[in-house]
């Protein structure tokens, strides 16, 4: 691990956060993400604090804290069925426990991000609904289902706005909605609408986020899933205006995985330091099982040399097969390699980054 001071603050770049109105704590997050991912590379885990493989909403546990004794420096949540008005996200977490997960990993100094898999607001089924290429169109203004979408962005937007400390502040989080699109399993996927489609999808998302509910404390994360190219990369990019963060996802399915990654975080660490953005990988999981060295010998290897700001390990789904864990967790196979990875002084937790804050 590395210790990193509060003076990098200073240090930040002329480049800060693609909404012009970005609160204040929005550009300090953007300029110390900005700075850290020169120094070295953030740890994410996705619903790092609402449970692990054997417990659920224990206060002040995680997996990798449980491994490590340290939490992730990025904590990651899911806000699929807030749109539907339920009281649990898709993964059976209280909003009202992701709102207070995210209030305390910010309060220790960590970092919030957000991912959405809507439901088909077209067909009524889920995120992974493609038997229509037509949702996209529907929720695009002066679409059949576009008053529907902006219903589901007022109930997103009434949680972003909830997002508070105790004296009030909004607390900044990276938002990464319409992600992996360069596939196709999703309903907003590259089979499922045009180029222009989704490019204006996003374009009215941020815009009616930003000007009609006067959100300015989100900064965006566009993430797809692999890709060869940088073109490949950018053919849906919908605008230095409206992203902050360039990203992709890619998960470990083969021999060939380590050369895939590698080339992804080449081209994504390029791209953003070309655009002033920040570069990172948005979702990541390996077999961490059955490779008791995955975390040093392939993820850390491979991602080492590249400045990334962090990479996010997807989650550790309660009271299932530890074998289907993204995460570390006590008495994984891996879980003396994660220890390595931990102290390896390119990698970076909470308590590397908590004076930052």
Excluded at 121 to 132: E, R
């Amino acid at each position: 691990m590395m210790l990193l001071c509060v003076g990098l603050v200073a240090q930040a770049g002329k480049s800060g956060p693609s909404d012009p109105k970005a609160t204040p704590e929005a550009v300090k997050l953007y300029q110390n993400m900005m700075n850290l991912e020169h120094k070295g590379m953030m740890f994410g885990h996705q619903d790092a604090l609402a449970y692990g493989t054997s417990w659920y909403a224990e206060d002040d546990r995680s997996d990798v804290k449980d491994v490590c004794g340290d939490f992730p420096a990025v904590c990651g949540w899911e806000l699929g069925h807030l749109e539907l008005g339920n009281a649990c996200s898709l993964d059976s977490v209280f909003f009202d426990n992701i709102r207070d997960g995210i209030k305390k990993a910010y309060s220790r100094g960590g970092i919030n991000t957000i991912s959405w898999h809507f439901r088909n607001p077209l067909t009524g089924g889920t995120a992974w609904d493609v038997t229509s290429d037509k949702t996209v169109e529907a929720i695009l203004p002066g679409g059949e289902k576009h008053e529907l979408y902006k219903q589901y962005l007022d109930k997103l937007a009434l949680f972003m706005l909830s997002l508070k400390t105790d004296q009030g502040t909004f607390i900044p989080v990276l938002f990464r909605p319409f992600h992996e699109h360069t596939g196709s399993w999703f309903w907003w996927g590259k089979n499922l609408c045009t180029v222009d489609q989704y490019t204006a999808l996003w374009r009215f998302t941020v815009t009616y986020l930003r000007e009609t509910k006067n959100i300015h404390h989100l900064l965006y994360t566009y993430s797809t899933d692999r890709f060869t190219t940088s073109e490949e990369y950018l053919e849906r990019y919908p605008g230095d205006d409206l992203i902050d963060i360039v990203a992709f996802d890619l998960y470990d399915r083969g021999p060939e995985y380590a050369g895939v990654l590698g080339n992804c975080a080449k081209l994504v660490s390029k791209i953003a330091a070309d655009k002033g953005k920040i570069g990172a990988v948005s979702e990541v999981g390996g077999p961490i099982t059955s490779n008791p060295e995955w975390w040093t010998n392939v993820l850390l290897k491979t991602l080492r040399s590249y400045d990334l700001s962090y990479v996010l390990v997807w989650r550790n789904p309660f009271n299932q097969p530890a074998r289907i864990a993204f995460g570390p967790y006590k008495d994984c196979p891996s879980a003396k390699d994660f220890v390595k990875f931990y102290k390896d002084p390119r990698t970076l937790f909470l308590k590397d980054i908590q004076s930052l804050k």
